[in-house]
């Protein structure tokens, strides 16, 4: 009973009323705080180049319903100008995509972070925990749509009113796409699982290797053509910069005015990147009804407005060298999709059919996204002349397809086959450059430190061994010399003590080498043999008998000398004699021989001795 008891304590508490109402409002909340912060910060930028402005068409109402309506073009919403030279209402389609960027990262964020909380939310206790996906889905929707409509009808009395259907439209939709992407990114970015109503081959699709590597090898083809679009621009830019100035002073006289068109020229930049892309892929883009800029040169009579980037379109020059030079874009946009499709073919162990496949794949995602692109950085700018400007999105989509199949789908095709006979091939290890490097640099001789030869005298011949014979490359050839010298020995003993880390004693240099380690009985060499006493002649009646001649004592043995004996065969192994007397020492020092004497260069009588006869 107790063991139930704890595992009923330890399981998850149902959700109480109170508590799903607050997750939902917490949910509103944040989808409203994440539109609030979006209009707040195009409304402080316009009221500031407002104030700024010398002069002002409006009051501060009129500021702020253009900021409004700022921030609904950003999420796509289409606006209307009612007041035109020719009095018919003209629409204003053309989206900055930079401005686009902060609300959609806005409601993302929301999103996210309702799955992710702190520790300062109020639902993260033990009686709520976290909401779902779709409580939060619907929660941040519905509380950002709540402004978004509010806004909308502010902006209508104002000098750009949305148009309804369009706002009706395109709202809803960029705020579900950005919230469902906020919250894919609070799971972990999964890949699956995919509903059960899924068919299981649309499945096996979705969710297979050949998908990933080709959504991979697509995006990197699409950032490809996007940076190449964005150089065109650029040098497009640059040619022609004497009329972006033209059109920049001639907008603006006063510097508020210039800032403002600046930071819109800003905005459009992304757009210019898209326009460059669509260029450099052989379709163009509009600048007007019936006129579009390509490669082959401008047909129909353009209609653009003054404006610096505007001032960027190039002539009517059919075929020049720089209208040709924009074809690379595609060419290097296909050959990284093969690239990236061929790595990861050799990788998987792909043949001819999955890479080909893949990078097929590859080539249709890459189109689909060029199109889209295509779509959202184009759109009108009023009407008749100006009712189509940027790129036409289904001819900019069918051109990427068309380049990075023709290009991608050999080119990886060709590079897997290669990858794959060098991965066949054996390699030699390959060393880096900092291993040669080091290689080069150690153990080099000094200059001077070798032997030299004296003058008139040939080289020492070096002994080259027989086949078997590897030279000892660690010392300069001649320089052996130099590790005994006094200085090396000193510098290695110096070293030695240092790793120790004090274990070491300091040990005095000196002139004699150090004494022999003491010997182990079984190496002690044999006492040298007592010499034979020497018989006296008998002595003559009447004189006195003579006193013995006693032999010299044998001197102690002293390391590993051996003792030479003073006749032949007369070494045998003896005791040890016992102790000298103070007579014995006394008689032993008066017969002490004049080559046993003491060196004068060695008073202390370290240095061993030769065995005497």
């Known amino acids: 009973m107790a063991r139930v008891t704890q595992v009923t304590d330890r399981s998850l508490p149902l959700p109480s009323a109170q508590a799903r109402s607050s997750v939902l409002v917490t949910c509103l909340l944040r989808g409203a705080i994440a539109a609030g912060l979006g209009l707040g910060a195009l409304a402080v930028l316009v009221m500031v180049l407002w104030i700024s402005s010398p002069y002002p068409d409006s009051g501060p109402g009129g500021a702020l319903r253009t900021a409004a309506s700022l921030w609904l073009l950003a999420h796509g919403t289409r606006l209307v100008r009612p007041e035109t030279l020719t009095g018919s209402p003209a629409p204003v389609g053309l989206v900055p995509l930079l401005v686009t960027a902060l609300p959609v990262w806005l409601a993302h964020r929301a999103a996210r972070d309702a799955l992710m909380p702190g520790q300062e939310d109020v639902y993260e206790t033990e009686e709520a925990p976290l909401p779902s996906g779709w409580a939060v889905f619907g929660g941040v929707t519905c509380g950002y749509l709540a402004i978004a409509s509010a806004t909308a009808l502010y902006a209508s009395a104002g000098p750009l009113p949305a148009a309804p259907l369009s706002a009706a439209l395109h709202l809803p939709l960029a705020v579900a796409l950005a919230t469902a992407a906020g919250i894919w990114t609070a799971h972990g970015r999964p890949l699956g699982p995919l509903p059960a109503r899924v068919p299981a081959r649309v499945r096996a ?127 290097v946009a296909g050959a990284v999709l093969a690239r990236f499709t061929a790595r990861a073919a050799v990788a998987e162990g792909w043949g001819r059919r999955e890479t080909a496949r893949a990078a097929l794949l590859g080539a249709v995602l890459c189109g689909c996204a060029l199109a889209a692109l295509a779509a959202l950085a184009g759109g009108p700018l009023g009407s008749e002349a100006l009712a189509a400007l940027g790129p036409v999105w289904w001819r900019t989509g069918g051109a990427a397809l068309l380049w990075t199949l023709v290009v991608g789908v050999p080119g990886a095709v060709a590079l897997r086959a290669l990858r794959a006979r060098g991965a066949a091939a054996p390699k030699a290890p390959r060393v880096s450059a900092r291993s040669r490097l080091m290689g080069m640099l150690a153990w080099r001789p000094r200059r001077g430190a070798g032997p030299k030869n004296l003058p008139g005298s040939a080289p020492a011949p070096v002994d080259e061994g027989g086949d078997d014979y590897e030279p000892y490359d660690f010392l300069p050839v001649g320089g052996g010399d130099l590790w005994h010298e006094d200085g090396a020995r000193e510098a290695r003993w110096a070293a030695l003590k240092e790793a120790s880390g004090g274990l070491m004693a300091d040990i005095p240099p000196t002139d004699a080498p150090p004494p022999a380690p003491a010997s182990t009985p079984a190496s002690v060499p044999a006492p040298e043999a007592a010499p034979a006493v020497e018989q006296a002649p008998a002595p003559e009646p009447g004189e006195p008998a003579p006193e013995p001649v006693r032999p010299p004592a044998p001197e102690p043995v002293r390391g590993h000398e051996p003792v030479r004996p003073s006749e032949p065969g007369a070494a045998q192994p003896k005791e040890t004699p016992p102790a000298k007397t103070t007579d014995d020492r006394a008689d032993q020092a008066d017969r002490v021989d004049p080559e046993d004497s003491q060196d004068p260069k060695d008073p202390a009588g370290t240095r061993p001795r030769d065995g005497g006869e």
Do not use: K, M, Q
């Open 205 to 331: 699709a979705l969710l297979g290797v050949r998908t990933s590597v080709a959504a991979r090898a697509a995006g990197a083809a699409v950032a490809t053509l996007l940076g190449g679009g964005a150089l065109l621009a650029a040098a497009a830019l640059t040619w022609h910069i004497g009329g972006a100035e033209d059109a920049f002073l001639r907008l603006a006289e006063d510097w508020s005015g210039r800032f403002a068109i600046l930071l819109l020229a800003l905005a459009l930049v992304p757009n210019a990147a898209v326009w460059g892309a669509a260029y450099g892929l052989g379709p163009g883009f509009a600048v007007g009804a019936g006129a579009v800029a390509s490669p082959l040169g401008v047909t129909g009579a353009p209609a653009l407005p003054h404006f610096p980037l505007l001032a960027a379109v190039p002539g009517g020059v059919h075929g020049a060298w720089w209208n040709w030079v924009s074809a690379g874009v595609p060419l």
